[in-house]
């Protein structure tokens, strides 16, 4: 029995230090996961912290068979969905709120960082234009590494139809991104970043 | 190589996997040359965003809700103990009630000579006493005890019922 085996048996049996550790262990993916569904931070550590709630709640009904990676990013994917939809069904002007700039830290430089926030604010972008099942398989494919198969299971769907979504979704993304730079080239600039944050932000200031 | 199958491949490259052919296909169709391309630009823009960093207080905020939450009774005990105590405070409530009318019954009812009518006219003796004498001490506190039963039914009943459908906060 391998120690993330040992540690879920401990969890199921009522051990919150061993939950803990799986906490400290998946952090990073389901965070992950959830900052490039949700597109902000606030909303992807609330979604964060309520897709290991869930998950501590359910722990009576894991399937041992099954990888516990695969079920909990399933269930950061399913608690994800659920907020965009409930987002959608809220949906407010953002007219009104102030826009926010990036500020680069000091410590690095200006331009390489500028760059990045650059990068980071296009790929939120993309993702953002994305119809949510197509942005879920890119970001399970491209950032937590998973095969056909594992997003499949991730997401309760065939491998015929990952495959399909995952080449829909990449057609879709080459074709934005190829409309955005044909853009730069037409106008010579970039197009506006809308508010919302930045993953790379070391710091944030209302737009002067 | 028809152009469905070197998209195909296009497909399999990105995924890692030997794509035979598609150079070939690709030097020769401009078409797929171009979304070869696109898609290369998305590919790379993609490569150039690590996973994002959880904040540093993420696992332990999960755990203090764990903690917090273990402490709170389940929701559906909530509701069973109230509703069990709301059907003790009305189980109460009835026999309260039935002991009061019963027990005025028994004290309105009971026969009183008249020297002790005589006796209370005159001041001679208290309420309690002729009550007393006439049909005994028991039937006397019996009264007594079922009102205060049924005050006490009443505070019960309020306190259970009343916050069960006060408006809850949104906090």
Redesign the interface.
Same mark, same amino acid.
């Given at each position: 029995m391998d120690s993330e085996t040992a540690l879920v048996d401990s969890a199921r049996a009522g051990d919150r230090d061993a939950f803990e550790q799986l906490v400290e262990a998946y952090s990073k993916p389901v965070y992950n996961l959830a900052f490039r569904m949700l597109g902000n931070g606030r909303d992807a550590e609330d979604a964060s912290q309520e897709a290991f709630l869930r998950a501590y709640r359910a722990l009576g009904s894991y399937d041992r068979s099954r990888p516990f990676s695969t079920w909990l990013l399933s269930i950061t994917a399913h608690h994800c969905i659920d907020r965009l939809r409930r987002r959608k069904g809220n949906e407010i002007s953002l007219d009104g709120l102030p826009t926010w700039r990036w500020v680069p830290a000091a410590t690095i430089d200006p331009e390489r960082s500028a760059e990045r926030a650059d990068q980071a604010d296009r790929v939120r972008q993309l993702l953002d234009d994305l119809p949510e099942s197509y942005r879920l398989v890119v970001v399970l494919r491209y950032w937590h590494d998973l095969g056909y198969s594992e997003i499949a299971s991730v997401i309760g769907e065939s491998e015929s139809a990952v495959k399909s979504r995952l080449h829909r979704a990449r057609r879709q993304l080459a074709a934005a991104l190829a409309e955005a730079d044909g853009a730069i080239d037409r106008d010579g600039e970039r197009a506006p970043v809308p508010a919302g944050g930045n993953s790379q932000c070391n710091a944030i200031l209302p737009a002067s | 190589m028809q152009c469905d199958i070197a998209?195909i491949l296009m497909?399999e490259r @990105?995924d890692g996997a030997v794509a035979p052919g598609l150079d070939e296909h690709l030097a020769s169709c401009r078409g797929c040359a171009s979304?070869w391309s696109?898609?290369e +630009?998305?590919e790379r @823009? @993609?490569? *150039?965003?690590d996973?994002?960093? %959880? %904040?540093a207080h @993420? +696992?332990s &905020?999960? *755990?203090h &809700?764990?903690?917090l939450?273990?402490r709170l009774i389940p929701d559906w005990q909530r509701t069973l103990m109230q509703v069990a105590l709301i059907a003790v405070g009305a189980v109460l409530l009835a026999l309260a009630t039935a002991a009061f009318v019963h027990g005025w019954a028994q004290v309105l009812r009971a026969p009183v000579a008249e020297g002790q009518v005589d006796s209370v006219i005159h001041g001679a003796g208290k309420l309690s006493g002729l009550l007393a004498e006439a049909v005994g001490p028991d039937a006397v506190i019996w009264p007594l005890y079922a009102v205060l039963a049924v005050a006490l039914a009443i505070v019960w009943f309020g306190a259970l019922v009343v916050p069960r459908f006060a408006p809850r906060s949104t906090r």
């Open positions: - | 998209r497909d @990105l979304e696109k898609l +630009a998305a @823009l @993609l490569a *150039t965003q996973m994002a960093e %959880p %904040p @993420l +696992a &905020r999960v *755990t &809700r764990i903690e939450e273990s």
